[in-house]
């Protein structure tokens, strides 16, 4: 059996991690639902368990790359990984969108691209910096190089060293191109 694992990290996300851990669990296809809780200081740790997830429980903020570091040391044989941001809710139920081109072999990596309407596209700079960053090095334009919301091979995750703090997804996509595997992205109805 395919293991699929989501990795969840999440700091002092208690209004937010329980709707998105209970939509993971009921979208069926996943092994386990993991939340990383980077330190926080309000009750991430207990809402995510209540809800059916495993926590791992840091305890001090190490930023999203460090967490998702903790979470594939939890889990480290999965055969695949499902990064999602806490922040989802309920519509973390339309994950399965992303585990499919992994787990059916069409990519290595498939990053969401969110809906275009209703919701802010993000970032700015940081978001304009990213993509030409990534355009660069890969020679290729991504409409979400920030997009947390990601499926993963699990060798491919485990052989790169994940970005300290800040800078995972960017670090993530430039690491599974330079190795020539396919990335795709797949527009999801997140919020």
């Known amino acids: 059996m395919i293991e699929v694992v989501a990795l969840v990290p999440a700091m002092n996300s208690r209004d937010t991690v329980g709707a998105t851990v209970r939509a993971l669990t009921e979208l069926g296809g996943l092994s386990e639902v993991v939340v990383i809780d980077d330190g926080s200081t309000d009750d991430t740790a207990s809402v995510a368990a209540a809800a059916g997830a495993t926590v791992v429980l840091l305890k001090r903020n190490v930023g999203k790359g460090g967490a998702v570091a903790a ?75 920030l997009s947390g919301q990601r499926a993963v091979r699990g060798e491919s995750l485990r052989s790169v060293e994940l970005a300290p703090k800040f800078g995972l997804e960017v670090g993530l996509t430039l690491d599974v191109a330079a190795r020539g595997d396919e990335i795709v992205e797949v527009p999801v109805a997140f919020e």
């Open 71 to 145: 979470g594939v040391a939890h889990r480290p044989g999965a055969d695949h990984y499902l990064l999602i941001d806490a922040d989802l809710g309920t519509s973390a139920a339309h994950a399965y969108a992303i585990v499919s081109p992994v787990v059916d072999g069409v990519a290595v990596m498939s990053i969401a691209t969110f809906p275009s309407t209703g919701r802010s596209r993000g970032f700015g700079l940081v978001k304009r910096a990213a993509g030409a960053i990534l355009c660069g090095a890969t020679g290729r334009s991504f409409a979400e190089p």
